[in-house]
């Protein structure tokens, strides 16, 4: 049998960054985000997984070359927690392709691990179980639990494996809020997310991430409300606000993470300039120094030609609001 997934990134809104549980990945805090898909580039994740009688080991096939390294360790230990988890036995064979750059602060984790776990479902027949994926899919990447979805998604953080998942808030249909990614470096970053946050929580004062931890429900209370009434400064503002504060938690962990470059610096002031002449645009970063601004469509060009012109931007990726991981009839194998 054969199964093939495709899968977008999502961008935080409020983030999620801490687990009380590495290896389940049970977060600090619960999150919310928004599904990408690009437009001028795609920001697509391909999986698929075949299962072969005679396969002892499973196989792991990255861009059409197969990899017996770490990318296959990792991807074996995620297919054993799925296996141990739905009780399915065989070895599979996994081809991966992707769009876009992994491990660049593009959420490239989120996508694959879903299509993953999307994939994995469509082998043993429950692609309709929309908790099992997002379960599946956290324990693969935590932000992946929301790539399971499309539109607006709140990862609720639970207490453990079960009641930890995604819900959707709104679909991809809800409202037409664009993102534009300024590009600032498309290299993987030098302290990977997972290790980021365990520093953060372990080193970074503890009144700080406790605020951090106890802003996400108000946070995600108001952006759905800004969310409901497709109200783009209310949005703006509170996505700024939390990249604020997890800005405050990269920077006051030891050893600081300080994920921006000059670029991003740069890029982040020209958003607020443009702010100041009416245009209602608003930035933030992930764990990298690639910046998201949210902006209406009709200030997409503007926005975007603002970005272009600052020195040290590679490329500049339009996204809309995407959909949910999905099998698709197209194999990679
Ligand atoms: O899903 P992970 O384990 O790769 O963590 C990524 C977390 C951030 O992207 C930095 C924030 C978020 O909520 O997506």
Same mark, same amino acid.
């Given at each position: +049998?054969?199964?093939?997934?495709?899968?977008?990134? #999502?961008?935080?809104?409020?983030? &999620?960054?801490? #687990?009380?549980?590495?290896?389940?990945?049970?977060?600090?805090?619960?999150?919310?985000?928004?599904?990408?898909?690009?437009? #001028?580039?795609?920001?697509?994740?391909?999986?698929?997984?075949? %299962?072969?009688?005679?396969?002892?080991?499973?196989?792991?096939?990255?861009?059409?070359?197969?990899?017996?390294?770490?990318?296959?360790?990792?991807?074996? /230990?995620?297919?054993?927690?799925?296996?141990?988890? %739905?009780?399915?036995?065989?070895?599979?064979?996994?081809?991966?392709?992707?769009?876009?750059?992994?491990?660049?602060?593009?959420?490239?984790?989120?996508?694959?691990?879903?299509?993953?776990?999307?994939?994995?479902?469509?082998?043993?027949?429950?692609?309709? $179980?929309?908790?099992?994926?997002?379960? +599946?899919?956290?324990?693969?990447?935590?932000?992946?639990?929301?790539?399971?979805?499309?539109?607006?998604? +709140?990862?609720?953080?639970?207490?453990?494996?079960?009641?930890?998942?995604?819900?959707?808030?709104?679909?991809?249909?809800?409202? $037409?809020?664009?993102?534009?990614?300024? +590009?600032?470096?498309?290299?993987?970053?030098?302290?990977?997310?997972?290790?980021?946050?365990?520093?953060?929580?372990?080193?970074?004062? *503890?009144?700080?991430?406790?605020?951090?931890?106890?802003?996400?429900?108000?946070?995600?209370?108001?952006?759905?409300?800004?969310?409901?009434?497709?109200?783009?400064?209310?949005?703006?503002?509170?996505?700024?606000?939390?990249?604020?504060?997890?800005?405050?938690?990269?920077?006051?962990?030891?050893?600081?993470?300080?994920?921006?470059?000059?670029?991003?610096?740069?890029?982040? &002031?020209?958003?607020?300039?443009?702010?100041?002449?009416?245009?209602?645009?608003?930035?933030? %970063? $992930?764990?990298?120094?690639?910046?998201?601004?949210?902006?209406?469509?009709?200030?997409?060009?503007?926005?975007?030609?603002?970005? /272009?012109?600052? /020195?040290?931007?590679? *490329?500049?990726?339009?996204?809309?609001?995407? *959909?949910?991981?999905?099998?698709? /009839?197209?194999?990679?194998?």
């Amino acid at each position: +049998m054969i199964k093939t997934a495709l899968s977008h990134p #999502n961008k935080a809104l409020v983030i &999620y960054w801490g #687990n009380e549980n590495d290896t389940l990945r049970i977060p600090t805090r619960s999150s919310l985000s928004v599904t990408l898909q690009g437009i #001028n580039h795609p920001l697509d994740y391909i999986v698929s997984l075949r %299962t072969v009688q005679s396969l002892e080991r499973d196989k792991v096939i990255i861009d059409g070359i197969e990899d017996k390294g770490e990318i296959h360790s990792h991807f074996v /230990q995620y297919l054993d927690a799925m296996r141990r988890y %739905t009780g399915f036995k065989e070895k599979v064979e996994v081809a991966t392709r992707k769009s876009f750059p992994v491990g660049s602060g593009l959420a490239g984790s989120a996508a694959s691990a879903s299509a993953l776990a999307e994939a994995f479902a469509g082998l043993i027949g429950k692609t309709d $179980d929309t908790r099992l994926k997002s379960i +599946m899919a956290r324990r693969g990447s935590g932000s992946a639990s929301r790539s399971v979805y499309g539109g607006f998604v +709140m990862w609720q953080k639970g207490n453990n494996d079960e009641s930890s998942y995604s819900k959707q808030l709104f679909n991809e249909n809800h409202w $037409d809020l664009r993102n534009v990614i300024a +590009m600032v470096s498309s290299n993987p970053k030098k302290i990977k997310s997972i290790e980021g946050m365990r520093l953060s929580k372990k080193t970074c004062p *503890e009144q700080l991430y406790s605020d951090f931890v106890n802003a996400a429900n108000p946070h995600i209370e108001q952006i759905s409300t800004a969310l409901l009434g497709s109200d783009i400064a209310k949005l703006g503002q509170l996505y700024e606000k939390e990249n604020y504060l997890f800005r405050q938690i990269c920077l006051k962990t030891i050893p600081t993470l300080d994920y921006w470059t000059k670029t991003t610096h740069h890029i982040l &002031y020209k958003v607020a300039n443009l702010r100041n002449d009416g245009i209602p645009a608003y930035a933030g %970063t $992930d764990a990298g120094p690639n910046v998201h601004i949210f902006t209406l469509p009709k200030h997409v060009e503007r926005v975007t030609r603002t970005i /272009q012109e600052v /020195q040290g931007v590679l *490329e500049t990726i339009h996204c809309r609001v995407g *959909e949910g991981s999905h099998l698709i /009839q197209e194999h990679l194998i």
